[in-house]
């Protein structure tokens, strides 16, 4: 009995992980933003990653020429990993996934006390032999404890190959943030987020972090500024490029295309 009051109130106060990772999710892109060959097909099955460092996971997977389309991360109680997969595999088949990375770690254990009411049902018969029947409510009082974790996953679809050139030399950017600015003592320039496996940039051992500040000759200020270089080079044209890493300046030079 205790059991089952216990379970009632994981359904109170922690939402399902069956719905979990499906309340939670925000896409990252309107719905079939990406063409339909990459997204998952009838009938296929999504390839799930459990990960314990989900930044560097996610970088492994985008670096294999992935899109990642949505994230959702929720906190709840302790289940099992079968249904964590289960609830995964299913909503990834719903959003047409073909990758999924997701972890879980513990944040607290929430402890308390609850009041279960019985009702207990009386009869009896008067002075005239007239059956009557009465209930009364009484209160068991018990207590609980419960471990909590948090939930996270990534989706991701594949890059088709006659999509990949966008990325050229073979890497994304992004605008420095304010921690990026604070962490590396640099103001201006574009960080490098995802560098693509057997790319041009792979093999010229450009790395994940590293800042750019000069293409050619030119200050790079913001992403704008690298578009703008992508965007006018021709494939075979030389990139020689100026990028801060770990603290130092380095030269780095490539030939643009993939």
């Keep these: 009995m205790k059991k089952m009051l216990i379970m009632c109130l994981f359904a109170i106060f922690f ?35 459990k990960t314990s460092d989900l930044d560097a996971k996610y970088r492994e997977v985008t670096s294999r020429w992935y899109w990642c389309i949505g994230y959702s991360g ?20 719903e959003v047409k996934a073909k990758v999924v990375i997701w972890s879980k770690s513990y944040t607290d254990t929430r402890n308390g006390v609850f009041s279960s009411p019985q009702t207990h049902y009386h009869s009896y018969v008067d002075a005239y032999g007239m059956g009557h029947t009465y209930t009364t409510t009484s209160y068991s009082t018990y207590s609980y404890s419960i471990d909590r974790y948090d939930y996270s ?17 073979g890497f994304t950017v992004a605008n420095l943030s304010q921690k990026d600015r604070d962490t590396y003592k640099q103001n201006v320039g574009c960080k490098i987020i995802t560098v693509f496996e057997n790319s041009v940039a792979y093999y010229a051992n450009v790395f994940h972090g590293d800042i750019i500040t000069k293409i050619n000759g030119r ?14 080079s021709n494939i075979g044209d030389t990139w020689k490029m100026t990028i801060i890493r770990n603290g130092k300046p380095y030269k780095i030079s490539l030939r643009f295309g993939l």
């Design 219 to 232: 200050k790079i200020y913001t992403t704008a500024d690298f578009v703008d270089i992508r965007n006018a």
């Design 74 to 93: 929720f906190n709840g109680p302790n289940y099992s990993e079968n249904a964590v997969y289960r609830s995964i595999a299913n909503f990834s088949k």
């Design 153 to 169: 996953a990534y989706f991701f679809i594949p890059i088709p190959e006659k999509y990949r050139m966008q990325y050229a030399p």
């Design 15 to 49: 939402v399902g992980c069956a719905s979990g990772f499906k309340s939670f999710y925000n896409p990252w892109f309107n719905e079939n933003y990406f063409p339909q060959e990459a997204y998952l097909k009838e009938g296929e099955e999504p390839v799930l990653m």
